[in-house]
């Protein structure tokens, strides 16, 4: 038998679908009948608080380590005196030059309230090429679309049949994690997380749908300082360590990748990597996406004139 997760690792609460939890009473009635759990990425406490609940005592573990080495890892911490849609003003261009063609971009919200803004603040500078054709436009055939707990199941629905194809309509999705667990996603390439996420096993999870088809993405994490004031601490850690960001990921679970023989060189692993990186004859020219060196000419953010 199958089972999905049934708690949080951090606070041991049911995360999702009470009757997990009482799958153990199913075990009395089926004493000889093995049982297999299946989880997706879960540090040591979410197993064993798993094991708990499901009643298994000493439970044979097989563990796959988390690790992707086609994804490099990225932070930028925003500045209060630019405005938050110049570290966005890239894909946006990108979404403006490129259209359908454009590489598909997940940006993961902390809030309704904060996905409904960056959506609305899009919507605004893209104006009518924000349709996959601009002269015909159809709002069955948006680039940019939203999705969080409040999206009508008709629109989720629209959403949900455009991501799980390669060439979808939807190339940049703003959602909150209601865009989360059994969803399929294909050919994403960038991964934004505005705000840290709640803890690094969530952060793992959500960073992990991209690039699932083999070829190279990016995970950033934009952020404002008080952010960190609402994440666990191994977030918070990852969020300010100064080391490999992917060795920081590894570190939490059991069975980390051998860093010195997998690690990918350079700017193909995380920011920080990229400070010792030795391509382009001695002079790395990479600069991490989302990152804002100084304020351009002219900003394109809107603004409202009032009397």
Known sequence: MCLCRGQSG?????????????????????????????????????????????NMSSPEFIILSPDRSNISYAVVKMSNQVNVIEYCDWLLQMLETSGVQCDRTIIYCQTVNQCSTLYSLFSAILGP????????????????????????????????????????????????????????????GNIINFGPS?????????????????????CVILYFGRMLTM???????????????RQDINKYFDKPVKLNTQKPLGHYC??????????????????????????PQESRAPVRVVS
């Open 10 to 54: 951090e606070t041991g609460k049911v995360a999702f679908r009470v009757w997990y939890n009482n799958i153990q009473g199913l075990w009395s009635l089926l004493p000889n009948i093995p049982f297999v759990a299946l989880t997706a990425t879960a540090m040591k406490s979410t197993r064993e608080k798993n094991c708990d609940t499901l």
């Open 129 to 188: 090429k924000i349709y996959m054709d601009h002269s015909k436009p159809n709002s069955k055939e948006w680039l940019l679309e939203m999705m969080h707990a409040r999206t009508p199941d008709s629109v989720k629905e629209t959403i949900l049949n455009s991501m799980a194809q390669d060439n979808g309509h939807i190339r940049i999705l703003v959602c909150t994690i209601a865009f989360g667990m059994g969803v399929d996603a294909k050919g994403v």
């Open 198 to 218: 709640r803890n690094l096993e969530s952060y793992v999870q959500e960073s992990g749908r991209c690039s699932r088809d083999g070829k190279q993405g990016n």
């Open 231 to 245: 994440v666990s601490k191994d977030m918070r850690d990852y969020v300010l360590t100064q080391s490999c960001r």
């Open 270 to 295: 995380c920011d920080n990597c990229a400070v010792s990186c030795n391509c382009v004859e001695g002079g790395c020219a990479y600069k991490t996406i989302c990152s804002v060196n100084q304020l």
